[in-house]
């Protein structure tokens, strides 16, 4: 079959990530600046024998996915900064009950209504730390429309692969904006499916402690009839207050993530084989704007590099140190006050690399000649 | 043959978290048990049946039985159920839910589901206080009542969980007791039984708060204040409206055919299939 | 300086603003262009908007960004081509523009053009009175564009109006980009 070229939206890229990934039950409520997903679905799924179903809110949204993953379906949903506020708690269910499902948050200006129209990247810190409790989040962030897509993919297959919530971040400007996109054949992607369990009822157990961390699922209404539940709970499902089976099951939602980082992560370097000692840090749109100045730096005989996270969360260590080898200034982009580099503080040896902040939050994209200028600034005070 | 124990132990789960949460001589004994007859009755397989739950006393009611259970978070548990119901459409399924968590927090889920005529049955709990967090009065705590968070009496108006789902769009709504046990367990089963969302109120005893709190005795004298303020549909619709006054109508108060949502949402999916398929 | 980032944004990359009030259809034309480029001409093409309140009543404006390269930044950084059909979008987008780049206005609506090294045509009074409609103005600026600048070929664009055209208004568009063609070609001689 050939590949179909299509001029498409970062949202409505999303919707075909989806659907070639197996999504077939999608609740949302509607919100500006994520909308067109829920528009492509509604339009999409009846077609293929999937479900589309418009609930009253993002909090019943969001809980209609859980409990349609529970039944067997891979699910989504998508939402925006005050919508994503409120998938919150259930989203601490989906992460304790480890069931499955992706969460696209096309970001826009917050807190609270803030600039529904605008671009900004301030729900990052939120994406990984949002719900309350101990959990270790998995976050991708496409930069471009075709990688909407195929990062939506792979929402969809690490959320099954770690049994886990994974969230997908956009922002204003990627989730309506247009470019060419190469609509992958089936055959051309992967696809991963929950492990079922091979064992028989009776000896199922819906959170088995395993090698790997992540326990084999069971759907609804297929002979294994176990308890689902947002209490702590023991490998069986039933709640517990036994301290050694709590640490057990909070050890094990840390473990099947924080362990499986450097699989997760993944990082897009450009301009890095010469080893500069100066280089930006941004995700999504932004870098798209640092790999513009890079070149235009470049021109200028300027040594600078620059460096993107797909995945925001897990941050892989050794992978970030490997990265910022040569680099002692940083220069960490972001469209917030700063949400970003707390975050990059975390795995970086500050005596070899010192993090230079650029922020901007007033509602518009970072441009190349702003980064320009911050990259010779540095490299003025370097000299 | 099989006593009516032999047939609640047939769908316990064996060995699991007894004893229960609950205090002694609190209604949600009988509830469970009467769930447990009417699936009985109707011979639905254990497997295809989910019971979802939010937070609260009524909530941990799935966690005993041997189905496939879904104990969620306060409020939300009609729109959980509504992804699985939706999901796969075969299963059968069930809420279990408390005045304070299906008609406070989770008010919104329930007006919706009633409006969506999806097929859920919902059981729910009216004890008239919230009991887990010991006592604080709910949308259905009488005027003038005491609970902890009203200690002077409750100044608010209640709800009629029932009046709010008819006018709302359920297609089956009933109302019991936990004293009525016979009638209960024609309720729940005649629910369980409708193509549509359903809904049973089953007003309960929380005699440790409730009780406690307004004098109103303990379980037993609960239990004897509803058998004397119940009134049958049939004949309380007889009775002119001074004769009503203090009692409350048990009984099916609503049965009304209209087309499902995942029945509905079939058809439409099917037929724009159709249409896809038929185009070169 | 200037020239040497002129250089990076230069010769490859082309950027192009759609502009006017927002009902002009200008979102439309900036999808249509960037279709017919993206994925019949096989160019890479990246389209941005604006959006919000004003996109319905207000300034309307679409942009697209075209090359043979990969495209690193997706908006606009200086214009290759402007086309404004309006006075305010003109005053507002001018500074934009290239010096050596190319300005396209609605000869009508914009009484008091920032050059005089622009190109100017009646668009929608055109569309008035030779295709009956006002509304496709959008799509007999999208024929002048593509004849005077090639930056699109009228093959593609030609199958993306007929294909994105709304129902039944299919040859009225047609027709007005048939007339965007010709009115720039006779500009040309």
Redesign the interface.
Known sequence: MSNQVKLLQGNEACVEGAVLAGVRFFAGYPITPSTEIAEGMARRLPRIGGRFIQMEDEIASMAAIIGASCAGSKSMTATSGPGFSLMQENLGYAYITETPCVVVDVQRGGPSTGLPTKISQSDTMQAAYGTHGDYYAIVLAPSSVEESLHLTVKAVNYSEMYRTPVIVLLDEVLGHMREKVVIPALDEIEVQERRRPAVPPDWYKHYAITATGVSAMASFGEGYRFNVTGLTHDELGFPTAVPREIKAMLDKLKDKVVKNADAIAEFESTEMDDDPKVAILSYGIVSRAAKQAVAMAREQRLKVGAIRPKTIWPLSESKVRDLLKPVRQLIVAELNQGQLINMVKQCIDRNHTELIPLQKYDGELITPSEILHKIKEVKHHAN | MQTKSDIVHHYLRPK??FPHVWCSGCGLGVILGSLIRSIDALQMP???I?V?SGIGCSSRL??YI????????HG?AI??????????P??KVIVVTGDGDCLAIGG??F??ACRRNIDITVILVNNWIYGMTGGQFSPTTPTGKIGSTAPYGNIEQTFDPTKLAIAAGAAYVARSTVYHVDQLDKMIKGGLEKKGFSVVEVISNCHTYFGRLNKEGDAVEMLTWMKAHAMPIQAARKLPPEKMEGKFVTGLLHDEEKQEYCDR?AQ??ED??KK?EARP | MKTKEKQVTGSDRYEIRLSGSGGQGLILAGVMLAEAVGTIDGRNVAQTQSYGPEARGGASRADVVISDDEISYPKAMKLDLLLALTQEACDSYYHDLKEDGTLIIDSHMVTQPPTPRCYGFPFVQLAKSEIGVAMVANVVSLGTICELTGIVSKQALTEVVRRRAPRGTEEKNLKALELGFQIAKNVKK
Not at chain 2, 79 to 88: C, L, R, Y
């Open positions: 699991k978290k254990k497997d295809d989910v979802c799935p966690v041997d189905f496939n259970t879904l104990h969620t978070t939300r729109a959980f159920a509504t992804g699985v119901k939706f999901s796969n075969r299963l919104n889920h007006i919706h949402y439409l999916s724009l299939m896809t």
